[in-house]
């Protein structure tokens, strides 16, 4: 199972911390060409994440790049110039299906003149239109996760971003809608970087809410949220036995799973398989 | 000149001294007796106390020629070099050798002093201004470096005779007890000024801190010195003293702190285990995570030799460790614990690692964690030069460390500002390959050949293990073949052995 419990943002434009990215064992790594990258730079930024993808050591991370909305003149260049070599394409304020579709007819053009495989999008739902509209969002084929952002949101709401309550159902309707398409749900990012104490308590609470992983500003932070994620010793033992349950099932050609006189269904072993992953445990 | 054990050609011959090249740690054995300093009379009266540092030079009779010596516990808050160097300029005295177990930025002053006639050289550690003056050509005879140890063996042997000691004392008494616990200049132990207190010819102590008698605690004792200056100030306490030290946030200084943990973990933790502490950024992020990790186990340690810092203070009051032996405080807590706790024993250097001696503490450590500018293929270590071949650090223990410890961990990033770290051949050889045993990079560690038993303990491990060959290609495909120092044929300095066998030379630097 591919775990993508952090993602790490890394600046696009920056060299100096796009050389090191695959030490840091960050399930995913996004080379941003969104927001931390000035307009004047996106360019060359655009070019030096090209080299990056092609050149730097990603390690065992997944690779990602955050392309520019689909309301700038830059995604489709932007595609043009990292579908060859990315893994993941981050899309953010993704409002429809429709919107997707033609993102993804734009891969696909690439994906054919290049000779490579399908590659996959995780939509970053900001709006009110998105979150209205993520359920069929997450329906999209090329669709693996879910991710949101509440900047926009909230600004478009008129409240401020720390104080908006609304953003506990967000997270909730982001979950619903992905996990209900069986894509993976991915929280935000928590940005005091220093608060270590904070960050544990986030990311189990993002855990505990349904979601799959966080967003991780500075790869100090990437550490603590796999701890976070890390299911308990009891966690992993009964998920062990369920699996082993389900293993000695399948050996005795048995169509029915019972663990200590319980019947075990389908939802119940897939639970305990994605808690065996998270446990980092073959 | 003669080639020597680390293939370097080195002079037989320096500033007119014989000596001989590196044969290899403890390949050269020590011949003759121990030195002495002058007898003298006790002095008349209760009070060793002289106004001025004029006055103390006159008395002591400074004359063209000599060697004065300093401590550097003051580290780069130090008044006292400055003022006793400018004074000896002002009196017209020409061609001291200056002996300081450490030079810093705020002494650039005695660049000018190299140029005057003042300073004919300097015999020790060089940290910043004075070096890269010295890489340039400014001293008019070689630069003789050596490690703490090799410093107290070249006292001790003779190879160096001290004619004025000026120890800088943040308490004395009127009758020469020192200590480096009290005033307001507190630096903590004055251990590298106690083997110049006992065999430098004359010894004048400079204090802003006169206490009545006697002085106590007492370092430094009243036997050992002649005279006592009373100034202003010695120091600045801003330079004297860190704050309290923070462990880095640097994610890729903190992965080198944690394989490096890994590797003390794999190979040497255990109950009643010993280490060396030290206050660089990697050093103190690794102490910080043994602490963590000895506490999660339940082991304790025998003794921490340092380096002295909160850290290490705070191990030893949670009783993770019996003994705390210090050769240098860094922050306050640490000047603190030494004052109050009689498990954290001031050292004199004479014990640390002088190979010629009954042993040093170095040779009871189980773990050395060390830095460096630069490591080659063959694991030698340079720690006094950068790449661009500047001569801009000391010593400092790394010889002894590195030869005592029974492992010998080099923490270095691969790279920095994209000049490899890890190369084909390291500009100055300051600590041979034979000592060391495991390189510690951010993308992986690299084990000594002849280590079995260390690449045997690491099967299994995440750390990634690597020759270190591929070690050097990785640096390399990364920033580039890098580019040799662009130096002349002159010799500017001496890199001694802690045995004082010539490891190495640094040349001078093109402008």
Known sequence: MKLRRTRLYVPGNNPHLVENVGLYEADCLILDLEDSVPIDQKFDARIMVKYALQHVDFGASEKWVRINSMDTPFWSKDLEEVIPYVQVVNVPKVESYEELDKLSEKMHEIEEKHGVEPRKIVPIIETLRGLVNAREIAKHERVVAMAWGGEDLTAELGIPKSKALILEHVRAEIVIAAKSQGKMALDTVYSNIRDEEGLFEYAKRAKYMGFDGVGVLHPNQIEIVHKAFKPDDKEIEDARKIVEAAEKAMQEGKGVIALNGRMIDKPVLERAKKILAFAEVD | MAINAVGRDVPTEINGQRFKPFAGDMKTPPEGRRAGSLLRMVPEGRDKV?????????KVGLEDGMTVSFHHHLRNGDFVVNMVMETIRKMGIKDIRV????????HAPLVDMLSDGTIRRIEGSMNGPLGEATSYGAMRETAVLRSHSGRVRAVESGEVHIDVAFIAAPTADRYGNLNG??????CGPLAYGMVDAYHADHTVAITDNIVPYPAHPISIFQH?????VPVDKIGDPAGIMSGTLRITTSPSRLKIAKYALEVIDRVALRDGFSFQAGAGGISLAVTKFLGDLMKKRGIKASFINGGVTKYVVDMLHEGMVDVVFDGQAFDLDAVKSLREDMNHIETPLAMYGNPYSSGGIVNMLDVGVLGATEVDIDFNVNVNTHSDGLLLHGIGGHQEVAAGSALTIVTVPLYRYRVPVIRERVTTVTTPGEVVDVVVTEHGIAVNPKRDDIIEAMHGSRVPVYDIQE??????????KPEEPKTTDDIIAAILWRDGTVIDVVYKVKK
């Open chain 2, 471 to 480: 070690l050097q290609k990785k640096a390399e495909r990364i920033c580039g």
């Open chain 2, 224 to 228: 050992q010195i002649d005279y006592v």
């Open chain 2, 181 to 186: 616990v009290d005033g307001p200049s507190a």
């Open chain 2, 99 to 106: 002996f300081p177990t450490a030079l810093f930025p705020v």
């Open chain 2, 50 to 58: 002289v106004d001025s540092i004029e006055e103390v030079i006159k």
